[in-house]
């Protein structure tokens, strides 16, 4: 299912808001994952009235719950790429006007219901796993925030008019890596209670095909690598549950695993996934600037919108970017 969105954002603020529906005036205010018995929790926190609606996807898997007459509060944050009870990434934002969406990737779809509590809805995933920690949208800005602030955000840099929405760029690290040492680390606790069978291996500048060939043999499972996909592994790995290990491997170089019907496994890069993702519309704003030209900016806000769908052009008319992503 493909969407897209136009909005220009000059519009007037009320006008933004045609569409919502008039009778829900829902603000999303934090997403939370947090353990319960049996199951994995994902915390919507809500302050008004909305209207649930929700589907799933596949390749990957995917649960999506759309909130209707609701605009997002929630500070824009990243989840930590734990995988807590079988959730394992949690996207969330302004869809369309009136529309908030979040998406919760999964290792595989499961059971699932949504309860509607007060100033909260709650989507409960069916999960044996225990053992994990809780994470916030809220908790992470607050850490987030701490951070020193990059040059592009001093106090002297140009100003944006117009939307306040359309001048806040977040730009997701997709195709962000870390070594295998430092994702084993993180999904400790999920090492220990995996049953999965353990692997002690070392590479020194093997090539990625060759790597997940040896995976394929020791599992016994169907690994299909992508096209275009090179890259060396230098790694050693000590009595780890293989598919731990794998997904280790994979996310040093930036690539992701999706499981096909009849459990064969395809790695793919994590930026061909992005561009592929369907459920993130694109839109078009008009940004006006202030204290400096529109066109020497261009250059600047190319390098961090999205390569195969983002589009930066200058309006020298208005001194304005005409910013798609």
């Known amino acids: 299912m493909k969407r897209s969105i136009v909005a220009i954002a000059c519009l007037a603020l009320g006008a933004a808001r045609l569409g919502a529906d008039p009778?829900?005036?829902?603000?999303v205010r934090a997403v939370t994952v947090a353990p319960a018995s049996g199951r994995v929790d994902v915390v919507i926190d809500l302050q008004g009235a909305v209207e649930v609606q929700?589907?799933?996807?596949?390749?990957?898997?995917?649960?999506?719950?759309?909130?209707?007459?609701?605009r997002l509060m929630a500070p824009a944050t990243l989840y930590d790429g734990q995988n807590r009870g079988g959730v394992r990434n949690i996207r969330y934002g302004q869809f369309r006007?009136?529309?908030?969406?979040?998406?919760?990737?999964?290792?595989?779809?499961?059971?699932?219901?949504?309860?509607?509590?007060?100033?909260?809805?709650?989507?409960?995933?069916?999960?044996?796993?225990?053992?994990?920690?809780?994470?916030?949208s809220g908790s992470a800005a607050r850490v987030?925030?701490?951070?020193?602030?990059?040059?592009?955000?001093a106090p002297d840099?140009?100003?944006?008019?117009?939307?306040?929405?359309?001048?806040?760029?977040?730009?997701?690290?997709?195709?962000?890596?870390?070594?295998?040492?430092?994702?084993?680390?993180?999904?400790?606790?999920?090492?220990?209670?995996?049953?999965?069978?353990?692997?002690?291996?070392?590479?020194?500048g093997a090539d990625i095909n060759d790597v997940v060939a040896g995976f394929a043999a020791f599992s016994g499972r169907t690994i299909v690598v992508s096209k275009a996909i090179t890259g060396s592994v230098t790694a050693e790995v000590k009595n780890q549950p293989w598919d731990l290990a794998f997904n280790a491997v994979l996310y040093s170089q930036?690539?992701?695993?999706?499981?096909?019907?009849?459990?064969?496994?395809?790695?793919?890069?994590?930026?061909?996934?992005?561009?592929?993702?369907?459920?993130?519309?694109?839109?078009?704003?008009?940004?006006?600037?202030n204290y400096a030209q529109a066109s020497a900016l261009v250059a600047a806000v190319s390098s961090i919108v999205t390569k195969s769908?983002?589009?930066?052009?200058?309006?020298?008319?208005?001194?304005?970017?005409?910013i798609t992503d």
């Open 23 to 27: 009778k829900r005036d829902g603000e």
């Open 54 to 70: 929700d589907f799933t996807l596949d390749a990957p898997a995917r649960l999506v719950i759309d909130l209707l007459g609701a």
């Open 97 to 136: 006007t009136g529309v908030v969406r979040v998406v919760i990737e999964l290792d595989a779809l499961a059971d699932y219901q949504i309860q509607r509590g007060d100033g909260q809805v709650r989507v409960e995933i069916g999960s044996e796993r225990t053992g994990f920690g809780s994470w916030s």
């Open 144 to 153: 987030a925030a701490a951070a020193p602030l990059p040059a592009a955000a």
């Open 157 to 204: 840099a140009p100003s944006v008019t117009g939307d306040p929405t359309a001048a806040r760029v977040v730009t997701p690290t997709v195709g962000a890596v870390g070594s295998v040492d430092d994702y084993l680390r993180l999904h400790r606790a999920d090492a220990m209670q995996s049953q999965a069978p353990r692997i002690t291996v070392q590479w020194d």
């Open 254 to 289: 930036g690539l992701y695993v999706q499981t096909q019907p009849g459990g064969i496994l395809v790695v793919v890069d994590k930026k061909d996934l992005a561009r592929a993702d369907s459920t993130v519309p694109v839109e078009t704003r008009l940004v006006r600037i």
């Open 309 to 322: 769908r983002g589009s930066v052009v200058a309006d020298t008319t208005n001194n304005a970017l005409v």
